[in-house]
C-alpha cells in the first residue's frame, strides 16, 4: 500500500512566520501535490512536481513556495505566514502520467495561524 | 481548462443506488476523469477512473457519455459507511502545462 506521510497532523504558527510543511512518499512516485482544502470550495492545487527539482504551479501559489529535493521528499513552504492561510493541506503523489493514475494523498495537516 | 460542477449535497438511505453526476463542458481529448472520497479527519481516497464509456469496480461505477462533457459516479446499494464527500477530477496535459481541477465536492448522507 502506498503511503504518504505528512509530517504533523496539527500546527499553530504566528503571523510572519516561515512554515515548512513536510510530505513524504514511500512508493517512488514520480508527481508529488500540494493542496489546500477550504470550505465550500474542495480541494485547490497550490504546487506540483513531476521530478526531482521539477515544480509547476498551480492554480493559487500565491504566498507559497515547494522544494523537491529528493524524489520520495516534497516541501510546502509558507515564506511570511498570513492569517488567510489558516487551512487544511493535503499532501498526494502519483506515477506515470499526471492526470491518468490515481494520486494517494496523506491525511492532512491542519494549519492555524494566530 | 476543464471546470467541474457538481451538486453541493445529496441524501440517500441505506440500501439505495445513488447517482452523483459531474459536468465538465470543456474537457479536453487526454484528460481522465477520476473520483475521490473522503471521510472527515483523512485524505481523500481513489474510487474509480475511467476515460470514455462504462468502468466497474468492486465499489462503484463510472457513466460517461460519448461527448465526455459529463459523468456520473454510482453507488449501488449503499451503507452508512458511504457517507463522506466525493469529488470528481478532471486530470490531464494540455497545451499550457498540466491541468488538475477538482470539482467542489458533495456531500453524502446517507440515513437508516
Known amino acids: 500500500d502506498v503511503k504518504v506521510t505528512q509530517s504533523s497532523r496539527y500546527l499553530v504558527k504566528r503571523t510572519g512566520e516561515k512554515v515548512f510543511l513536510e510530505c513524504v512518499q514511500d512508493?517512488?512516485?514520480?508527481?508529488m501535490f500540494w493542496y489546500r482544502q477550504d470550505p465550500g470550495l474542495g480541494l485547490r492545487l497550490i504546487y506540483f512536481s513531476y521530478d526531482v527539482k521539477m515544480k509547476e504551479k498551480g492554480d493559487i501559489p500565491e504566498g507559497y513556495s515547494v522544494s523537491r529535493e529528493k524524489k520520495e521528499r516534497f516541501s510546502l513552504i509558507l515564506e511570511s505566514a498570513s492569517t488567510n492561510q489558516t487551512s487544511m493541506y493535503l499532501c498526494?503523489?502519483?506515477?506515470?502520467?499526471?492526470?491518468?493514475?490515481?494520486?494517494?494523498f496523506g491525511d492532512g495537516t491542519r494549519l492555524s495561524i494566530l | 481548462l476543464a471546470k467541474t460542477t457538481q451538486p453541493i449535497s445529496m441524501d440517500s438511505y441505506e440500501g439505495q443506488e445513488v447517482n452523483i453526476t459531474c459536468s465538465h463542458n470543456n474537457i479536453a481529448t487526454n484528460d481522465y476523469i477520476t473520483w475521490y472520497q473522503q471521510f472527515p479527519s483523512q485524505g481523500p481516497r481513489f474510487i474509480i477512473q475511467?476515460?470514455?464509456t462504462k468502468v466497474t469496480n468492486e465499489v462503484a461505477s463510472l457513466f460517461i457519455p460519448a461527448d465526455r462533457k459529463s459523468s456520473t459516479l454510482s453507488l449501488p446499494r449503499v451503507s452508512l459507511s458511504d457517507t463522506a464527500v466525493y469529488y470528481c477530477?478532471?486530470?490531464?496535459?494540455?497545451?499550457?502545462?498540466?491541468?488538475?481541477?477538482f470539482g467542489k465536492g458533495t456531500t453524502l448522507s446517507v440515513s437508516s
Open positions: 475511467g476515460y470514455k
Open positions: 477530477l478532471v486530470a490531464g496535459p494540455n497545451q499550457a502545462g498540466t491541468a488538475l481541477i
Open positions: 512508493m517512488d512516485h514520480e508527481n
Open positions: 498526494a503523489s502519483s506515477s506515470g502520467s499526471l492526470g491518468n493514475q490515481p494520486q494517494h
